[in-house]
């Protein structure tokens, strides 16, 4: 007869059947948890690339002399494009609003409207300025710009103008001298 009080008589389990069942984990998998960071990071990129204005990133950049080589390759594609502001080229129109002028680059030039009434304060003709708009190309062989953005001339190129004897276009009129 067993005694249940006596530690002689009761039976040890054996080691494989002392174990009770493991209980499953309550967090995730590191596998599933590193699936959710990359497919989260894939929406994020998807987003950018398609859906936002932040697409601005991974439009072509080109000069006017490429694009007018064969504009047909960049039909109906944002891009933006760099060239030279030809002297006497711009025209403001209050009614609509718009302005007109043609940018240029190894003798290709380029159209552009921008049809908004406000330009930075340094999209100024007779300085020399390089422009590069943003828009795309139009059917007659122009640019509908939505962005313009002048590079005006560094202090180096200024002084070198300078030292040529053109009117530096920023420089302010000497005072007169009184007596």
Known sequence: MEDPQHPADQRQPEPSQAREPEEPSRGMSPALKIA???????????????????????????????????PQSFAGRELRVEGQLKPGSIKFREDPCEYRFVIEKAGKE?????????????????????????????????????????R????????????????????????????
């Open 36 to 70: 959710i960071i990359v497919g989260l990071l894939g929406a994020v990129v998807g987003l950018l690339l398609f859906g936002s204005s932040a697409s601005d990133a991974f439009v072509y950049s080109k000069l006017v002399n490429e694009v007018m080589a064969n």
């Open 152 to 179: 005006c001339p560094s202090k180096y190129e200024m002084q070198q103008k300078k030292k040529n004897g053109e009117v530096m276009p920023h420089a302010q009129p000497v005072a007169a001298q009184g007596g």
């Open 110 to 150: 380029m159209p552009v409207h921008f049809p908004q009434c406000v330009v930075p304060d340094t999209f100024r003709d007779g300085m020399g300025i390089s422009v590069t708009v943003q828009g795309k190309l139009t059917g007659e062989g122009g640019f509908l710009a939505n962005q313009v953005v002048p």
